[in-house]
């Protein structure tokens, strides 16, 4: 009885939830400065994604990221380490919506990632729920 509970919670945890995910799938966002001259993007991450996974934004501009968990039971985070380009932070996803601000001072592609990891399975990112912030001009 215990071997079939854990090979129920294997699959429920392993490959239930990557199933039709989006993972991998390129999801571009390019944000727009809004009146009060800060460029607003909304993430949502879930069962090993984010969407957007691609978000495009401005240097020297300042930036708004409110992100929310569409996961139902999986714990997840946003984290971005760049502090050469004035992105340093994490963000833990809840159903609520959680902000970060930032200015980014630096042109580049910066890696965006989930770092949570069960056990001895593939971490978030292994699975796909990563992306990039590409700082432009």
């Known amino acids: 009885m215990k071997r079939l509970l854990l090979i129920v919670m294997v699959l429920f945890v392993g490959v239930v939830p990557a199933l039709g995910n989006g993972a991998g799938e390129k999801v571009e966002f390019r ?73 980014p001072t630096k042109v580049g592609v910066y890696p965006m990632y989930c770092d949570k990891k069960l056990l001895f399975f593939a971490s978030h990112r292994e699975k796909g729920m990563e992306g990039v912030i590409e700082v432009v001009e």
């Open 31 to 103: 944000a727009t400065i809004g009146d009060d001259g800060v460029q607003r993007v909304r993430i949502v991450g879930g069962e090993y994604y984010y969407r957007p996974n691609h978000i495009i934004v401005k240097v020297n501009v300042p930036v708004e990221i409110t992100a929310t968990n569409d996961s139902r039971v999986v714990p997840h985070d946003l984290i971005v380490k760049a502090p050469e380009a004035g992105m340093d932070f994490r963000i833990d996803l809840k159903k609520d919506a959680q902000a970060v601000r930032f200015t």
